[in-house]
């Protein structure tokens, strides 16, 4: 069984700095990319960043400038570096693990969600 487990949310005021942390656990063979989605209060759950195996990497527009991914392969884990936060960035972030190949068959995995508030 795959679980991402996240850390690093919390309260920070706009304009601060907040990092957050996925690693992945269990049976793993190799996972195509990993990345950050979130959700704010009434909203659909979007795209913030993510990072291929490869490297390649994909932000949101309202991010960009901001926000940093970067990845590890051997250790399974993406860290999504924040700066310059605004009260719009509040959400609860998910770490996301795209084509997560196991010994049991290849899955996409989501994180339990870790919040962020940003105050003005």
């Known amino acids: 069984q795959v679980q991402l487990v996240e850390s690093g949310g919390g309260l920070v005021q706009a304009g601060g700095s907040l990092r957050l942390s996925c690693t992945a656990s269990g049976s793993i063979f190799s996972i195509s990319a990993m990345g950050w989605y979130r959700q704010a209060p009434g909203k659909q759950r979007e795209l913030v960043a993510d990072?291929?195996?490869?490297?390649?990497?994909n932000y949101a527009d309202s991010v960009k400038g901001r926000f940093t991914i970067s990845g590890d392969n051997a250790r399974s884990t993406v860290t999504l570096q924040m700066n310059s936060l605004k009260p719009e960035d509040t959400a609860v972030y998910y770490c996301?693990?795209?084509?997560?190949?196991?010994?049991?068959?290849?899955?996409?995995?989501w994180g339990q969600g870790t919040q962020v508030t940003v105050s003005s």
């Open positions: 990072i291929t195996s490869g490297g390649r990497t």
């Open positions: 996301r693990g795209r084509a997560v190949v196991t010994t049991k068959g290849t899955y996409h995995v």
